[in-house]
T-cell receptor, first 113, second 113 residues
Framework: DVKVTQSSRYLVKRTGEKVFLECVQD?????MFWYRQDPGLGLRLIYF???????EKGDIPEGYSVSREKKERFSLILESASTNQTSMYLC????????????FGQGTRLTVV | AQSVAQPEDQVNVAEGNPLTVKCTYS??????LFWYVQYPNRGLQFLLK??????LVKGSYGFEAEFNKSQTSFHLKKPSALVSDSALYFC???????????FGKGTMLLVSP
């Protein structure tokens, strides 16, 4: 069974902290994504990566960075967490082919206090 | 650019009745269309997709969707709703010029006993 695993289900961090969200997929997928989900706004793309060490900005990259050192792992970094980054974060992966969908992790609910 | 609209924030239906969750899209090329479902505090689960071929696509849990090119729509349907179908549903689109999925804002489906 395909699997995308996010390291934490729930996180509480303080304003100004550096926060790492980790995501691992076991499907040998080329593409990996980080989305943010907020009520009434749906899913918004933060960053994606189509290969190791490659990254592209999504719709809302400000305040975030990413790292992909290995094919199976994609990390989202909040350099200095702020309260407006309190949200549900969803990692996903997919094959490179455009006719495939994406597989999602279970989500990390981050609260910044 | 690619975009998706889900015009209803919430759909209410009685158990046993047919349900429809609406989705319209905009792409520059041929669309690849997807429906996902999300249960509380969980990631997104794939329901079905349209790539090419028959306009009526069948998916998981008895759901189906009808692709209508002239109306640029991809509505999700089920002949007989279950209380357990209550969840948040997302429509997504991907076209030939993009590597990423664009999601709608989601529609909450509430099925009453």
């Amino acid at each position: 069974d395909v699997k995308v695993t996010q390291s934490s289900r729930y996180l509480v961090k303080r304003t100004g902290e550096k926060v790492f969200l980790e995501c691992v997929q076991d499907m040998d997928h080329e593409n990996m994504f980080w989305y943010r989900q907020d009520p009434g706004l749906g899913l918004r793309l933060i960053y994606f990566s189509y290969d190791v060490k490659m990254k592209e900005k999504g719709d809302i990259p400000e305040g975030y960075s990413v790292s992909r050192e290995k094919k199976e792992r994609f990390s989202l970094i909040l350099e200095s967490a702020s309260t407006n980054q309190t949200s549900m974060y969803l990692c996903a992966s997919s094959l490179a082919q455009l006719n495939t969908g994406a597989f999602f992790g279970q989500g990390t609910r981050l609260t910044v206090v | 650019a690619q975009s998706v609209a889900q015009p209803e924030d919430q759909v209410n239906v009685a158990e046993g009745n047919p349900l429809t969750v609406k989705c319209t899209y905009s792409v520059s090329g041929n669309p690849y269309l997807f429906w996902y479902v999300q249960y509380p505090n969980r990631g997104l689960q794939f329901l079905l997709k349209y790539i090419t071929g028959d306009n009526l696509v069948k998916g998981s849990y008895g759901f189906e969707a009808e692709f209508n090119k002239s109306q640029t729509s991809f509505h999700l349907k089920k002949p007989s709703a279950l209380v357990s179908d209550s969840a948040l549903y997302f429509c997504a689109v991907r076209d030939g010029g993009y590597s990423t999925l664009t999601f709608g804002k989601g529609t909450m489906l509430l099925v009453s006993p």
